[in-house]
């Protein structure tokens, strides 16, 4: 048993990070572990965790296990859990809830408990002192130890709880079964050394620690000769890829590599705004493959509070970034992340965000009253506003967020814009696709097209989606 430690994940050193290509191995006798058997997995969280639910599913069904939707059918229950916020923990606990109730009838049922909340030492404690009955605990560091961790369980049918407080290493090899045939996510780097005060990324994830470029770009080879139309490059800090590697070529190289393998549609997430180079703008604006689509999250537009928060840039930096981004990439769309009621936020320092999402006018904007996660510096902070001002700075905030967002739709009424079709809509009959700029398009169209990239003409503006029909053929 091993057991998370916040201090310990905390520690950075120089070690160097190993690239390990043979981590990942399944016995004769794992191979035939689950055959005849089901799972399913729940995934909450950021896209890096929809990325390892795939990897999760591949490992899952090399074992001979078949997937399904309801947990009802399964005999391996799987939760890939997020911990940046307080309503994912929320979600995980009634699931935890669902689970228990269902083993009172199926009391075979396995639980695997995986993911950011499980590297949280509260909740590992937690798991083990008052949910017994959750079989594996593991980590965001050893899920590719699934099957070694699953046979066990079967024969002791004791808790194991395995979960490494550790900088991490980069672990080739791992399978994935992609969700989508059209669209993928690769990772390019884990973990992070930015240590906002707020953000327990840093501790769950590891330290920051690149793939190397041969690797990466050997997968999108491969997914341009399976057909994929559109790849995000994914990481906790994608703009620091590299730095770690001392090899004088980052994200801005690997940009222009990946683009160079002429995959359709490229994008990428997160962006740090510290990180973000000319270099990598330019390669931006030259690249028609790269698209003009840059999530570049603010959190706060009060000098004051984004030193409190540890994100190292001020209002004014942000605000030459945003507009270098604006000049140098023909028809970009901005989208944001912004926390109201940081411990110490004033109304003068929320009003500040106020008047630099007026004068910014983002196309979109995630956004959160600040959640306090336990063990980070922000923790600490004296904290004294309450909760239901924070909650009527987010719904100010929330319009107008709202209004700039339909306002940035409306330019594309009437338009002809290039739209990826994914699939069906939630819109009765209709296709969905998003934009090369990120907008969410319900279009009315044969489903042929599915896969393909369209021509599409708007015909109606929302304010989160928009609404098309094909225009470039029977």
């Known amino acids: 048993m091993n057991l998370p430690n916040i201090k310990e994940a905390r520690i950075r050193t120089d070690k160097k990070v190993e690239i390990k290509r043979d981590e990942y191995q399944l016995s004769p006798s794992m191979k035939v572990l689950g055959v005849g058997k089901n799972y399913c997995i729940y995934t909450y969280g950021c896209q890096m965790n929809v990325h390892d639910s795939e990897n999760i599913s591949a490992i899952m069904e090399e074992m001979g296990y078949s997937k399904k939707e309801d947990m009802d059918e399964a005999d391996v229950i799987i939760l890939n859990t997020c911990a940046i916020r307080e309503n994912a923990h929320n979600k995980v606990h009634g699931m935890l809830g669902r689970i228990k109730h269902l083993k009172e009838t199926k009391e075979d049922i396995i639980t695997v408990f995986c993911g950011c909340m499980a590297q949280e030492e509260g909740i590992a404690n937690e798991l083990k002192e008052k949910f017994p009955w959750v079989d594996i605990v ?24 395995e979960v490494f407080s550790i900088e991490g290493d980069v672990i080739e090899g791992i399978p994935v079964k992609r969700d989508s045939k059209y669209k993928a996510w690769i990772n390019i780097m884990y973990g992070c050394d930015k240590f906002c005060t707020y953000c327990i990324v840093p501790y769950t994830r590891g330290k920051q620690r690149s793939r190397l470029p041969e ?9 341009v000769k399976e057909g994929y139309q559109e790849v995000t490059l994914l990481g906790q800090n994608v703009n620091a890829y590299g730095k770690d590697l001392n090899l004088h070529y980052g994200m801005a190289n690997l940009l222009e590599d ?19 180079t000319d270099d990598m703008i330019d390669i931006i604006a030259k690249y028609d493959n790269i698209m003009p689509y840059i999530h570049l999250p603010l959190q706060s537009g009060s000098t004051k509070i984004l030193q409190k928060m540890g994100r190292k840039y001020t209002k004014e930096e942000y605000r030459e970034l945003f507009y270098k981004i604006k000049n140098k990439i023909k028809n970009v769309s901005i989208t944001t992340d912004i926390i ?11 009003q500040e965000t106020l008047d630099l999402v007026d004068e910014l006018k983002y196309d979109l904007a995630y956004t959160f009253i600040y959640s306090k996660r336990e063990g980070t ?32 739709n409306q330019k594309y009424l009437n338009k002809i814009v290039d739209v990826l079709i994914e699939g069906k809509s939630e819109k009765e ?4 696709g998003y934009t090369d700029t990120m907008k969410l398009v319900n279009v009315k169209a044969s489903e042929k097209y599915i896969g393909k990239i369209v021509k599409v003409k708007i015909t109606e503006v929302k304010t989160w989606s928009l609404d098309g029909e094909v225009v470039d053929g029977k």
């Open 340 to 350: 109201v009621g940081f411990p110490g936020e004033s109304k003068e320092d929320f």
């Open 377 to 408: 510096p922000a923790s600490n902070f004296k904290d004294e506003t309450t909760e239901e001002e924070k909650k009527e700075r987010l719904a100010e905030l929330n319009k107008k967020i709202n209004q700039y967002a339909l306002e940035n």
């Open 429 to 432: 009959g209709r296709l969905m």
């Open 258 to 276: 990946v683009a160079k393998t002429n995959i359709p549609r490229i994008r990428f997430v997160t962006s740090h705004p510290w990180d973000f």
């Open 215 to 223: 690797d990466i770009l050997k997968e999108v080879k491969d997914l």
């Open 138 to 161: 593991m980590g965001t560091h050893n899920f590719h130890k699934l099957p070694l961790y699953l046979e066990k369980t079967l024969t002791t049918k004791q808790q194991d709880i």
